[in-house]
């Protein structure tokens, strides 16, 4: 019974090894590459199928990784940093109630311990009401250092109109829309009123000192920056802050310097990168990769389908010329592996190909795509309205990887065929 | 070397059955130049297949060397053919994608031979045929008498025990063809190696030295004639 066992088992690792040796013999890519020459009508039609095919695929992947990618950077560079300090609890129920005290090691001392952070900036955050003598509207109060927060963010690239806050600590900024709608301009007054710390009602009156335009409908439309000293005052927290944001030189570490900063600041606060910040964001990514997946998977599946096509042509009309390489004594595991190369050279001709279009299509974007008529709707979601398509080099290797795939489950069905050929009725094939 | 006990082929095809061979008994020895004769149909094609390795017969038995080849699977028979074994069939017998030395060395890569001595043994055997001018041609550049003189290397310099000719001649004129069975019987008799060939034509028949005639699937006449 064993030895009856063994011998299928024993067939298919002769196979397999067979299969393995071919692969490696310079003869069987100088067949393979000969064979794939041998029509090259045929061989330029499949790869051209295979070359837009993908070349359109990584031009589109690339819009949009360059859209999710401008949407991480705009909401990095607008309000979230790399890496933010709060109080623990704040992230579950953002409030003046979680703050940061000054005895907890949060400030210039704490990042001068750290190289890889090359900006920081402290900021108090509240809700308020925000009024005119027109309107009146709910907004976020965000309290910043003016100085320091030019480093971390780009809000003071944003004034549209009138100027960054500066030494008045009775100014403060609006964005465009929400200034609309309190139907006040640079200079107007505004009446700020918010909860302080005891819960009493307190409010203040400040002058706008200018307007600012964020690819943020959400900032645009409910957020007031005013000096942090001010908010303090007014809230009453003393020299507490609500959030200390961080901006590291190395964004492919963050996790491991939000885990540093954990550790040196102890329990009592929360450190958090902008992918635990923002999860949406993080999700937008995923699903863009599952998408590339799928959609290299779909157009690598239908070409499978020529491939294989062309593969099973060119093996019938070889049908004699393969009777008489198996006469000769050639194994099938080679024959397999011949069809297998030539089936990868066929795909990776069409892929290197297609990676060339790809990359000719984004080069050609390289200024962007100006989506300017859309931008009302796309602000909405913290887009630029100007898409720079963006190349990782994992959309390079995904398809090369699938395409390999694709050649190997491609030259499956021919090379069943063609190790079922009778090589004495080939050689009289006509 | 070879021998055919009883041996028996049929063919059945949509469920009607045709009787090739009907209880074939030869024996071929070692250093023949043997000749299979006989009309379209008579069998030698399907005799030369079974000595060949390359299909079973419906009955009876084929030994090569001793080795009866029914007993083995389609991956030893391969290794058989390749070791002992050596092919020429009618024409178009070359793998076009390959030149003239690529194709002599094609079996010997099959074989594992390492590639400075395939590529001195194929340049040697190209120029013992006549060719040695001609390695860097590819198939399509040659004519058929070069075709099949390169098919004749190409069976030989792999040193098998005996080479099997299908109708080597048939789509030669008889002037190349009369060249190229001077060329095998010169290598019959100086590599030694067997060889069985089919065919019609009665210039190969002439000058082989032993002639098996076929008929209706049976051996009807085995003539031996002196060296």
């Given at each position: 019974m064993?030895?009856?066992?063994?011998?299928?088992?024993?067939?298919?690792?002769?196979?397999?090894?067979?299969?393995?040796?071919?692969?490696?013999?310079?003869?069987?890519?100088?067949?393979?590459?000969?064979?794939?020459?041998?029509?090259?009508?045929?061989?330029?039609?499949?790869g051209s199928a295979i070359a837009i095919g993908l070349g359109a695929t990584i031009v589109a992947m690339a819009v949009n990784y360059g859209m999710i990618f401008e949407m991480v950077a705009s909401a990095i560079r607008t309000e979230v940093g790399h890496v933010q300090v709060h109080g623990r609890g704040f992230d579950a129920k953002p409030g003046i109630e979680f703050r940061i005290e000054p005895d907890q090691g949060v400030g210039p001392e704490l990042v001068a311990q750290l190289p890889e952070i090359v900006a920081w900036a402290p900021r108090v955050r509240g809700e308020g009401l925000v009024s005119s003598p027109r309107a009146s509207a709910g907004v976020r109060?965000?309290?910043?250092?003016?100085?320091?927060?030019?480093?971390?963010?780009?809000?003071?690239?944003?004034?549209?109109?009138?100027?960054?806050?500066?030494?008045d600590p009775r100014r403060v900024l609006l964005g465009e829309r929400l200034a609309d709608r309190l139907q006040v301009g640079v200079d107007d007054k505004i009446v700020l009123s918010v909860q302080d710390v005891s819960g009493d009602l307190t409010g203040e009156a400040y002058r706008v000192a200018g307007l600012f335009r964020t690819p943020s409908?959400?900032?645009?439309?409910?957020?007031v920056f005013l000096p942090i000293g001010e908010a303090q005052r007014l809230l009453g927290i003393g020299e507490a802050i609500s959030e200390f944001v961080i901006v590291s030189n190395d964004d492919r570490q963050l996790a491991a310097l939000a885990a540093r900063l954990q550790e040196r600041l102890g329990p009592d606060l929360e450190v958090r990168t902008w992918e635990e910040l923002r999860p949406m964001l993080v999700s937008m990514i995923k699903i863009f990769d599952q998408m590339g997946w799928i959609m290299y998977a779909a157009i690598f599946i239908a070409m499978a389908f020529g491939i294989a096509n062309v593969l099973l042509m060119s093996l019938y009309e070889r049908i004699r010329e393969i009777g008489i390489v198996l006469s000769l004594g050639m194994p099938p595991a080679r024959l397999v592996a011949s069809l297998m190369v030539e089936s990868l050279i066929l795909t990776l001709v069409g892929v290197a190909c297609g990676l060339g279009v790809g990359l000719l299509g984004v080069w050609a974007l390289a200024d962007g795509i100006d989506l300017s008529a859309w931008a009302d709707g796309l602000d909405a979601y913290g887009m630029s309205p100007v898409i720079v398509p963006v190349v990782r080099s994992s959309d390079l290797t995904q398809p090369l990887a699938i395409a390999v795939l694709t050649a190997i489950l491609a030259s499956l069905w021919p090379a069943i065929r063609a190790v079922r050929i009778r090589p004495a009725e080939a050689v009289r094939h006509v | 070397m070879l021998e055919a006990t009883d041996v028996w082929k049929v063919y059945e095809t949509r469920g009607v059955e045709t009787v090739a061979l009907q209880g074939v008994n030869l024996v071929i020895d070692e250093g023949e130049f043997t000749a299979l004769a006989g009309p379209s149909g008579s069998g030698k094609t399907t005799l030369l297949n079974l000595f060949g390795a390359l299909d079973v017969p419906t009955r009876g038995t084929i030994h090569l060397e001793g080795q009866e080849l029914s007993t083995l699977s389609s991956a030893q028979l391969a290794h058989l053919r390749l070791q002992k074994l050596g092919f020429i069939f009618q024409a178009y017998n070359l793998i076009p994608v390959l030149s003239a030395r690529e194709n002599v060395e094609f079996v010997m890569e099959l074989q594992g031979v390492p590639a400075a001595e395939r590529q001195e043994r194929a340049m040697a055997m190209l120029a013992e045929v006549g060719l040695g001018d001609m390695a860097d041609k590819r198939p399509m550049e040659m004519s058929g008498g070069q075709q099949q003189r390169v098919a004749v290397a190409r069976a030989i310099v792999s040193r098998p025990r005996v080479v099997l000719a299908d109708e080597p001649t048939a789509n030669l004129d008889s002037k190349t063809a009369e060249k190229l069975l001077d060329l095998m019987q010169e290598m019959n008799q100086r590599h030694h190696v067997t060889f069985l060939f089919s065919t019609h034509d009665p210039m190969v028949i002439e000058k082989s030295r032993r002639t098996v005639r076929l008929r209706d699937g049976q051996v009807v006449d085995d003539e031996l004639r002196a060296a």
């Amino acid at each position: 019974m064993t030895a009856l066992r063994a011998e299928p088992v024993m067939a298919a690792q002769g196979f397999l090894w067979g299969f393995m040796y071919a692969l490696l013999r310079p003869v069987t890519w100088r067949m393979a590459w000969r064979n794939v020459g041998r029509n090259p009508r045929r061989t330029l039609i499949v790869g051209s199928a295979i070359a837009i095919g993908l070349g359109a695929t990584i031009v589109a992947m690339a819009v949009n990784y360059g859209m999710i990618f401008e949407m991480v950077a705009s909401a990095i560079r607008t309000e979230v940093g790399h890496v933010q300090v709060h109080g623990r609890g704040f992230d579950a129920k953002p409030g003046i109630e979680f703050r940061i005290e000054p005895d907890q090691g949060v400030g210039p001392e704490l990042v001068a311990q750290l190289p890889e952070i090359v900006a920081w900036a402290p900021r108090v955050r509240g809700e308020g009401l925000v009024s005119s003598p027109r309107a009146s509207a709910g907004v976020r109060l965000v309290a910043i250092d003016p100085v320091q927060e030019a480093q971390v963010s780009v809000i003071d690239e944003s004034i549209t109109e009138g100027h960054f806050l500066g030494d008045d600590p009775r100014r403060v900024l609006l964005g465009e829309r929400l200034a609309d709608r309190l139907q006040v301009g640079v200079d107007d007054k505004i009446v700020l009123s918010v909860q302080d710390v005891s819960g009493d009602l307190t409010g203040e009156a400040y002058r706008v000192a200018g307007l600012f335009r964020t690819p943020s409908r959400e900032l645009d439309e409910g957020a007031v920056f005013l000096p942090i000293g001010e908010a303090q005052r007014l809230l009453g927290i003393g020299e507490a802050i609500s959030e200390f944001v961080i901006v590291s030189n190395d964004d492919r570490q963050l996790a491991a310097l939000a885990a540093r900063l954990q550790e040196r600041l102890g329990p009592d606060l929360e450190v958090r990168t902008w992918e635990e910040l923002r999860p949406m964001l993080v999700s937008m990514i995923k699903i863009f990769d599952q998408m590339g997946w799928i959609m290299y998977a779909a157009i690598f599946i239908a070409m499978a389908f020529g491939i294989a096509n062309v593969l099973l042509m060119s093996l019938y009309e070889r049908i004699r010329e393969i009777g008489i390489v198996l006469s000769l004594g050639m194994p099938p595991a080679r024959l397999v592996a011949s069809l297998m190369v030539e089936s990868l050279i066929l795909t990776l001709v069409g892929v290197a190909c297609g990676l060339g279009v790809g990359l000719l299509g984004v080069w050609a974007l390289a200024d962007g795509i100006d989506l300017s008529a859309w931008a009302d709707g796309l602000d909405a979601y913290g887009m630029s309205p100007v898409i720079v398509p963006v190349v990782r080099s994992s959309d390079l290797t995904q398809p090369l990887a699938i395409a390999v795939l694709t050649a190997i489950l491609a030259s499956l069905w021919p090379a069943i065929r063609a190790v079922r050929i009778r090589p004495a009725e080939a050689v009289r094939h006509v | 070397m070879l021998e055919a006990t009883d041996v028996w082929k049929v063919y059945e095809t949509r469920g009607v059955e045709t009787v090739a061979l009907q209880g074939v008994n030869l024996v071929i020895d070692e250093g023949e130049f043997t000749a299979l004769a006989g009309p379209s149909g008579s069998g030698k094609t399907t005799l030369l297949n079974l000595f060949g390795a390359l299909d079973v017969p419906t009955r009876g038995t084929i030994h090569l060397e001793g080795q009866e080849l029914s007993t083995l699977s389609s991956a030893q028979l391969a290794h058989l053919r390749l070791q002992k074994l050596g092919f020429i069939f009618q024409a178009y017998n070359l793998i076009p994608v390959l030149s003239a030395r690529e194709n002599v060395e094609f079996v010997m890569e099959l074989q594992g031979v390492p590639a400075a001595e395939r590529q001195e043994r194929a340049m040697a055997m190209l120029a013992e045929v006549g060719l040695g001018d001609m390695a860097d041609k590819r198939p399509m550049e040659m004519s058929g008498g070069q075709q099949q003189r390169v098919a004749v290397a190409r069976a030989i310099v792999s040193r098998p025990r005996v080479v099997l000719a299908d109708e080597p001649t048939a789509n030669l004129d008889s002037k190349t063809a009369e060249k190229l069975l001077d060329l095998m019987q010169e290598m019959n008799q100086r590599h030694h190696v067997t060889f069985l060939f089919s065919t019609h034509d009665p210039m190969v028949i002439e000058k082989s030295r032993r002639t098996v005639r076929l008929r209706d699937g049976q051996v009807v006449d085995d003539e031996l004639r002196a060296a």
